[in-house]
């Protein structure tokens, strides 16, 4: 993978999106967050959103590792 030919900005936009739809969709996790860690809906989702940022910050990191040892 060439970096140079990536446009990271956009993939952090859609591994953030991808990051923040599997989170929702564990709705056993998704229900311990709620119950555990959330006073409020702003609360509930900040922290969900937060997140997922972090999840795509990360997969982006790693990506850009590997795409210099290409």
Same mark, same amino acid.
């Given at each position: 993978?060439? /970096? ?7 993939? #952090? ?17 998704? /229900? #311990? ?5 959330? =006073? ?5 989702? #900040?922290?969900?959103? =937060? /997140? ?9 990191? =790693?990506?850009? %590792? %590997?795409?210099?040892?290409?």
């Amino acid at each position: 993978m060439n /970096s140079d030919k990536v446009n990271w900005k956009q993939a #952090r936009v859609d591994a953030a999106i991808a990051a923040m739809q599997g989170k929702l969709a564990d709705h056993t996790a998704m /229900s #311990r967050l709620w119950h555990g860690a959330c =006073e409020d809906t702003s609360t509930f989702h #900040r922290l969900i959103a =937060e /997140s997922a940022v972090q999840l795509a910050d990360v997969l982006i990191a =790693e990506l850009k %590792k %590997k795409g210099e040892k290409v």
